[in-house]
């Protein structure tokens, strides 16, 4: 369903508190960093030392004092062949020479490395390990080399400066997160060997423009271009069987979608994307320009972000083939007028779920075609224009469409009354409840908040002392709904995310605070409950 986010990279990004027989250094960004075994060699690099496991032959950590690191082929006669999980956590290294011989770079490797800008990887490497770049914000390119299999969950993840990524023809898996939220990121080439492209893998990719998916690639992720708001043009290859929810929901500026016509799975129509019975409308280009659409005859299933952002469309027409129409399937479109095929009695028969307002309080016309003069129309490409990009991912409707969520929550199985809202199709949660419901899990945090500078601050891992406004199930106050203008810092790096301020409080989505807090987010269509996933 939309917003639903596999465990997988979310929860690697936890990965300090699952290595409490660890010997870990705390650091107050929440980075993780291990200290020296009486075992471990030393080695002198520039501002400190490297430590080496000469029975495992790792690189295990490092003294965070560190700037410049050039690391031999040997220590004491033993082959250097791996950068250990969490070697560099949150140290000051700004540039590393890695030597040949060296087969993987570990989970968590460079993590919060924020000074890092410059890695040299050399062809011998063949794994990156899960969040191993994580927050490396000023690392700008980066070249893979040519014997390299697979990119790890996150491995990229949030690198707000990286501008180019080489993906050698050798790769055969792009892992959940592994690009997300990397801002700069104008360009990729996905070559082709490449199989699959994981949940989110680019997702908040806000400047990437175009994308060209190969025949290889049979398998597309859940959200794995969402909010890709720069994006203007998508071709898939031949290759592909399966396209997650929302995989290019969000993509503000999308004109047009093209997909290999001997695919056998998918079609496009139009410049939108189906599946190969023409059952299932998958996505139509936010930024086509339209003003009216007719949906073909046959269709019975309209996904969840479907026409996510047609600002555009004033009007469309629905079959009475249609049976169900998903999560926010029309959220932030301006629809005036519906023109249904079918009586009243069919229309009220639909599954339409949340987040369709703008269909809903359109004026529907019960059995009626749409009248000749408001047939399809798109203006001429030289008159139109691509709509402006999102300045953030998570962009919002001026006016938002706010109630009370009727759907449930639940922690590893377990029901948890608290408020929440859906706006704008999305379910949005109070972040103290949110810290009170996940106390005693792994993913326990922190919220602190700075009036001077009017902050948030999360911090995970930390220990939250309720409040006594916190957990309270109250009446319905969504009328004091406004966007928040509070800034928003989880272990002391900014983020961005959009949230609401609702009586007070800050609410924000499961699926955007997910990845930095690292719990996972699921979703039971058939309870309509939230599933908050910590084990």
């Not at 250990?84 to 949150?90: H, I, N, R």
Request: proline share 5%; hydrophobic share 40%.
């Amino acid at each position: 369903m939309s917003g639903t986010l596999k465990r997988g990279a979310a929860a690697l990004l936890m990965l300090a508190l699952l290595l409490a027989l660890l010997p870990l250094g705390a650091r107050a960004d929440g980075a993780v960093h291990l200290s020296p075994r009486s075992t471990d060699i030393p080695y002198p690099v520039t501002g400190g030392n490297i430590y080496f496991d000469a029975e495992t032959g790792t690189i295990r950590t490092s003294d965070e004092s560190v700037t410049e690191v050039d690391i031999p082929e040997e220590i004491n006669g033993v082959k250097v062949t791996a950068i250990g999980d969490f070697s560099f956590g949150g140290t000051d290294i700004r540039s590393i020479l890695i030597p040949e011989g060296v087969v993987s770079i570990g989970r968590q490797a460079f993590d919060r490395c924020t000074n890092l800008t410059s890695v040299s990887i050399p062809s011998s490497v063949t794994e990156i390990g899960s969040a191993a770049f994580f927050r490396c914000d000023r690392l700008s390119s980066i070249s893979l080399p040519d014997n390299f299999i697979s990119i790890g969950s996150g491995a990229f993840l949030n690198c707000t400066g990286l501008v180019s990524i080489s993906i050698p023809n050798s790769v055969t898996s792009i892992g959940s997160y592994a690009f997300s939220d990397c801002s700069s990121l104008t360009s990729v080439t996905i070559p082709d060997g490449v199989m699959s492209i994981g949940d989110d893998a680019f997702s908040g990719c806000s400047s990437l423009t175009s994308i060209t998916i190969p025949d290889s690639v049979t398998s597309i992720g859940n959200r794995a271009f969402y909010w890709c708001s720069s994006l203007t043009s998508v071709t898939i290859g031949s290759g592909v069987t399966s396209i997650g929810d929302d995989a290019f929901s969000g993509c503000t500026s999308l004109t047009s979608i093209a997909i290999d016509g001997s695919t056998p799975s998918y079609r496009c129509e139009g410049g939108a994307l189906f599946s190969k019975d023409m059952t299932t409308l998958i996505q139509y280009p936010a930024a086509k320009g339209d003003t009216s659409y007719v949906i073909p005859e046959d269709v019975s299933d309209i996904v969840s972000g479907a026409f996510s952002g047609c600002s555009s469309l004033i009007s469309i027409s629905i079959p009475n083939s249609v049976t169900s129409i998903g999560i926010a399937a029309f959220v932030n479109c301006n629809l005036t007028d519906i023109y249904y095929g079918g009586s009243e009695a069919d229309w009220a028969a639909i599954d339409i779920q949340y987040g369709n307002d703008p269909l809903l309080k359109a004026t529907i016309h019960y059995n009626s075609p749409m009248p000749e003069g408001a047939a399809p129309a798109t203006a001429p490409a030289e008159e139109s224009a691509p709509a402006a990009p999102a300045e953030e991912p998570a962009a919002v409707s001026e006016k938002p469409v706010v109630q009370v969520s009727t759907q449930k929550v639940a922690v590893d199985g377990v029901e948890k009354v608290i408020d929440h809202y859906n706006i704008d199709g999305d379910n949005y949660f109070k972040l103290r409840d949110l810290a009170c419901i996940l106390m005693g899990t792994d993913y326990a945090f922190d919220v602190g908040y700075d009036a001077a500078t009017r902050t948030i601050a999360v911090t995970t891992g930390g220990v939250y002392t309720p409040l006594d406004t916190d957990m309270l199930v109250g009446a319905d106050m969504s009328d004091t709904a406004v966007v928040s203008t509070q800034a928003l810092t989880v272990d002391g790096a900014s983020v961005s995310l959009t949230a609401f301020n609702i009586d007070g409080s800050n609410y924000f989505r499961l699926r955007d605070l997910a990845p930095y807090i690292g719990f996972g987010v699921d979703y039971d269509a058939a309870t309509r409950t939230a599933l908050i996933i910590t084990k």
